[in-house]
């Protein structure tokens, strides 16, 4: 829609930016009224130093979703494209129901943490959710690796060839799930000009077929995506942590808290 009515890049930006900061701005009021005890001492000035931060990075976001869409136009065909942009958006479908679920039952319990307790569990919430999201994601690409050609003949059967890419997209979703999801609080109390240069920075993963002939390949185009936001994450990972770390899902605490071994 941005690129049909021929609308200045800049301003895509603060429509993005605007629209963000009036979401996180509101339900952080809504937060802060719904939580609010005699232990807490938000204010509205404490409000915005949060939301505003927040929301010129989340802004980022569907630019970078623009510029992968860009990169795949530019080097697939016709054919190609179709398959690559069918496989994309159908790896999102499940696996994004299943987060908005987990994001229902966790982000209240986290912001009640954050204005309560002060980032007290904010962190273990997390890393048990990405966790949950993992093995979630592991599940729906064994499930779409078996039973895509018969989905495939019975609902789109013009789709069959597109069972690789989709794949690829599912394993690749499942390898960034594995990452500590800690941007979140990272983005609140740390400094957020870094956080915006490191999401900036990790848009050059983009500039990879333009340089190396040999990511034109549409296997790898389609990887572009999952890896800047890997590059993401590590980079925001190591500010928080000062290092660099995997949130795998098998952990023997997660096991022996939910399963008794």
Known sequence: ??????????????????????SMFLSEIFSNIKFKNSNSNYTMLSILRLSIPISLQKSIDPLQEIIFLMVCNYFLNDYLLGLALFSYRMSLIVPGLVGSFLEINYLPLISKDIIINKFKISNALLQEKTQIQALCNFVILIFAILFYDFFAQLIFPQYLEAKNIFIIFLFLMFVLSLVVDSILIGELIKASHKIVFYRLLSCTIYLLPFVIESFQNIFLIISLMPLQFMTLRFLVSFEINKKYSLDYVLKKIYLKKYYGF
Request: with cysteine.
């Open 1 to 22: 829609f941005f690129l049909e009515v021929n609308i200045d890049l800049n301003m895509i930006f603060i429509i993005l930016a605007s629209c963000s900061f009036a």
